[in-house]
């Protein structure tokens, strides 16, 4: 809680951003504060408050809450992995009131494979290959530590759990990415 009432009486001496297109589904502009104010990747309750500071600034959304609070996802490899949903609110974009999942690099050496991602689910939907996209990449490491992504929910099992459960696919789904 001191983590979120200190970021927003940071973010108020902060210009606010006019516009909501600018970032959306763009490489947000980078924020530096006066001081570095890195939450634990690994803290559900300070990546919740991170989140409300980084948006309740990005989008002039004092006030903002989440309809569902951060929950870490198991199984990432080189990041930490969350899904949750902000409540509906007029600040926020509508790409940002769906379920989201927030992958965030531990440390700064992550950035060069975050922009790398980026750019091929970017690549990969213009070429009409179904995947989610993201719709943020943020490469200041001030608040997680490291670079951190934002993509939409999609239901449905993960690559790795679809080879876990028949690993006689592997080819055809590495066939199908080729």
Not at 16 to 40: I, M, T, Y
Not at 43 to 52: C, G, I, K, T
Not at 103 to 111: K, N, P
Not at 119 to 135: D, I, N
Request: charged share 20%; hydrophobic share 40%.
């Amino acid at each position: 809680m001191a983590l979120r009432q200190a970021n927003q009486e940071r973010a108020a001496g902060v210009a606010r951003n006019p516009g909501h297109s600018s970032f959306q589904g763009l490489h947000a502009d980078r924020f530096r504060p006066s001081a570095p104010c890195v939450a634990s990747p690994a803290s559900p309750e300070q990546v919740a408050d991170a989140l409300l500071a980084y948006f309740s600034r990005r989008c002039n959304g004092y006030g903002l809450d989440f309809e569902q609070r951060p929950a870490e996802l198991v199984g990432g490899w080189e990041t930490y992995t969350y899904s949750f949903q902000f409540k509906g609110h007029g600040a926020l974009p509508p790409v940002y009131r769906q379920p989201l999942i927030l992958r965030i690099y531990s440390c700064g050496d992550g950035l060069d494979r975050a922009r790398y991602e980026f750019a091929v689910q970017r690549h990969l939907g213009r070429l009409a290959y179904p995947v989610p996209g993201h719709v943020l990449l943020e490469e200041d490491c001030n608040h997680f530590g490291g670079p951190f992504l934002l993509s939409p929910q999609v239901a449905g099992a993960t690559v790795l759990r679809s080879l876990l459960h028949k690993p006689w696919t592997v080819h055809v789904l590495a066939m199908r990415m080729a």
